[in-house]
């Protein structure tokens, strides 16, 4: 693994760590794959806050709608094998539509363009009030005919992945489940990755959790219901090694994959862009993808929402490199903390490695009065001050230009900061390659333990 990517994703489990502090969030599981092969995963917080349980990487989550990317998988598969075009109305698979509905066409329904209904007129399995919709159920939710015509703009639909999940039963005469597991979960080496629930009481599971508010405290959502015909749309439970390795799988540029090049190019061609996207960046959507980013750092990748867990997975497109974040509280800020990993990714990887005499310009450091911390990451003769608080932590970020090892001034500041001072280490008395304080101008940086016990020291007759 080359040196920038092993520095980034350091950088990015530290990060997530005091994001999880920051937002109080029970759980969260983060993973890493390169060529092929996780090359980093770690678990933060708690499976279950209640019963104190932590979380581990083992644990399995409800990664709801990253499974469209499984099921596009499986429908370009089987195009592959000469079983269907996209092109395809799928009249041709499925009876009993609507006429409009019925000459919708699978590359619509893969794209999100065929203009059907999202979830139904009563989406209450949502909020576990009745389960989830079975074959016949979900074709009386789409008899009322298309919301929109056909290939107008972008409109998501869960109904419109139930129904891809039909024609593969029709094509192959097996059951989704089964077809899906054999074809494209084993032969990508996913061992920890079924299309729905129940999961094996042997496995660890991720318990899910409201959000804080309104009631001021988490409550337990167990996340076990089982997703009937709605399973290609939202009924996946894996892990985020999982995730990582088979969105890796994904990018164009990976030597191992169920599909082949061509396939892998189509379900990431942008297909639409979403008029109203609610994320950091402009999204678009493919063919069971969600893509982002410009130039030479795009992203392809899935987010999923259950009611006891929340997610998002990017491949990084071209190189090989794909992540995995996962969560079990309703109010995790995930969308915007992949986004986070991606801009430090790109950041890491389009900088110099740090040089000798910036070796020490490093770590997370704590002041008195500052309203953050700061952490420092050093490329070139450059160092970074970051703010680990902010959900792109490069955004805004100060420079430092080093002129020894112990010291340099502020090169790059706005100018409400300390733009042009000094900025210096402070080593211990006995160790020159111990750094105790950071001073940026006139403030002074301790580290946490530091900061923890001159708190106490100062104010801790206000606990009394």
């Given at each position: 693994?080359?040196?920038?990517?092993?520095?980034?994703?350091?950088?990015?489990?530290?990060?997530?760590?005091?994001?999880?502090?920051?937002?109080?969030?029970?759980?969260?599981?983060?993973?890493?794959?390169?060529?092929?092969?996780?090359?980093?995963?770690?678990?933060?917080?708690?499976?279950?806050?209640?019963?104190?349980?932590?979380?581990?990487?083992?644990?399995?989550?409800?990664?709801?709608?990253?499974?469209?990317?499984?099921?596009?998988?499986?429908?370009?598969?089987?195009?592959?094998?000469?079983?269907?075009?996209?092109?395809?109305?799928?009249?041709?698979?499925?009876?009993?539509?609507?006429?409009?509905?019925?000459?919708?066409?699978?590359?619509?329904?893969?794209?999100?363009?065929?203009?059907?209904?999202?979830?139904?007129?009563?989406?209450?399995?949502?909020?576990?009030?009745?389960?989830?919709?079975?074959?016949?159920?979900?074709?009386?939710?789409?008899?009322?005919?298309?919301?929109?015509?056909?290939?107008?703009?972008?409109?998501?639909?869960?109904?419109?992945?139930?129904?891809?999940?039909?024609?593969?039963?029709?094509?192959?005469?097996?059951?989704?489940?089964?077809?899906?597991?054999?074809?494209?979960?084993?032969?990508?080496?996913?061992?920890?990755?079924?299309?729905?629930?129940?999961?094996?009481?042997?496995?660890?599971?991720?318990?899910?959790?409201?959000?804080?508010?309104?009631?001021?405290?988490?409550?337990?959502?167990?996340?076990?219901?089982?997703?009937?015909?709605?399973?290609?749309?939202?009924?996946?439970?894996?892990?985020?090694?999982?995730?990582?390795?088979?969105?890796?799988?994904?990018?164009?540029?990976?030597?191992?994959?169920?599909?082949?090049?061509?396939?892998?190019?189509?379900?990431?061609?942008?297909?639409?862009?979403?008029?109203?996207?609610?994320?950091?960046?402009?999204?678009?959507?493919?063919?069971?993808?969600?893509?982002?980013?410009?130039?030479?750092?795009?992203?392809?990748?899935?987010?999923?929402?259950?009611?006891?867990?929340?997610?998002?997975?990017?491949?990084?497109?071209?190189?090989?490199?794909?992540?995995?974040?996962?969560?079990?509280?309703?109010?995790?800020?995930?969308?915007?903390?992949?986004?986070?990993?991606?801009?430090?990714?790109?950041?890491?990887?389009?900088?110099?490695?740090?040089?000798?005499?910036?070796?020490?310009?490093?770590?997370?450091?704590?002041g008195m009065f500052q309203p953050q911390a700061r952490d420092l990451v050093a490329f070139g003769n450059q160092v970074y001050v970051l703010s680990p608080s902010q959900l792109n932590p490069f955004a805004g970020a100060e420079h430092i230009s080093v002129s020894t090892r112990l010291s340099g001034y502020i090169s790059q500041a706005g100018g409400l900061s300390s733009y042009g001072e000094d900025a210096r280490l402070v080593t211990a008395k006995h160790n020159d390659n111990k750094v105790k304080e950071v001073w940026l101008g006139g403030n002074c940086f301790v580290s946490e333990r530091q900061m923890k016990a001159d708190l106490k020291r100062r104010y801790a007759a206000q606990r009394k």
């Amino acid at each position: 693994m080359e040196k920038w990517l092993q520095n980034a994703i350091e950088y990015s489990g530290s990060w997530l760590d005091f994001q999880m502090r920051q937002t109080r969030q029970p759980g969260c599981a983060f993973a890493v794959a390169h060529r092929g092969r996780v090359v980093f995963e770690k678990a933060y917080g708690h499976s279950n806050v209640q019963s104190g349980e932590r979380l581990t990487p083992r644990h399995r989550f409800r990664v709801a709608s990253h499974s469209k990317t499984f099921t596009a998988a499986a429908i370009l598969k089987l195009r592959e094998a000469g079983k269907l075009n996209l092109d395809d109305p799928v009249r041709r698979y499925v009876d009993g539509l609507d006429t409009d509905v019925a000459r919708v066409t699978l590359s619509q329904l893969l794209s999100h363009g065929g203009g059907l209904v999202r979830d139904g007129a009563d989406a209450s399995q949502w909020r576990e009030e009745r389960p989830f919709a079975d074959k016949e159920k979900l074709l009386a939710d789409l008899a009322n005919g298309l919301v929109i015509p056909a290939d107008t703009r972008m409109k998501y639909s869960n109904h419109g992945f139930g129904l891809l999940g039909l024609v593969i039963e029709a094509v192959t005469g097996e059951s989704f489940d089964s077809w899906v597991s054999k074809n494209i979960v084993v032969p990508s080496k996913l061992k920890e990755t079924s299309p729905d629930a129940p999961i094996d009481d042997s496995f660890p599971r991720a318990c899910g959790h409201s959000a804080e508010l309104p009631l001021g405290y988490r409550v337990i959502i167990p996340g076990e219901n089982v997703t009937n015909t709605l399973a290609p749309a939202t009924g996946f439970v894996s892990t985020a090694a999982d995730l990582a390795t088979f969105f890796a799988s994904l990018d164009p540029a990976a030597k191992r994959s169920v599909l082949t090049t061509e396939s892998r190019r189509a379900m990431q061609h942008r297909q639409w862009k979403d008029p109203y996207g609610r994320g950091p960046s402009d999204i678009y959507y493919g063919l069971g993808m969600i893509l982002g980013g410009s130039g030479d750092w795009e992203w392809a990748g899935h987010a999923g929402v259950f009611p006891s867990a929340l997610s998002y997975s990017y491949s990084l497109t071209g190189r090989d490199l794909s992540f995995s974040i996962l969560t079990n509280a309703l109010d995790s800020p995930v969308t915007y903390w992949a986004d986070g990993i991606f801009n430090i990714l790109k950041v890491f990887g389009t900088n110099p490695l740090p040089n000798p005499r910036t070796r020490l310009w490093k770590g997370r450091w704590w002041g008195m009065f500052q309203p953050q911390a700061r952490d420092l990451v050093a490329f070139g003769n450059q160092v970074y001050v970051l703010s680990p608080s902010q959900l792109n932590p490069f955004a805004g970020a100060e420079h430092i230009s080093v002129s020894t090892r112990l010291s340099g001034y502020i090169s790059q500041a706005g100018g409400l900061s300390s733009y042009g001072e000094d900025a210096r280490l402070v080593t211990a008395k006995h160790n020159d390659n111990k750094v105790k304080e950071v001073w940026l101008g006139g403030n002074c940086f301790v580290s946490e333990r530091q900061m923890k016990a001159d708190l106490k020291r100062r104010y801790a007759a206000q606990r009394k």
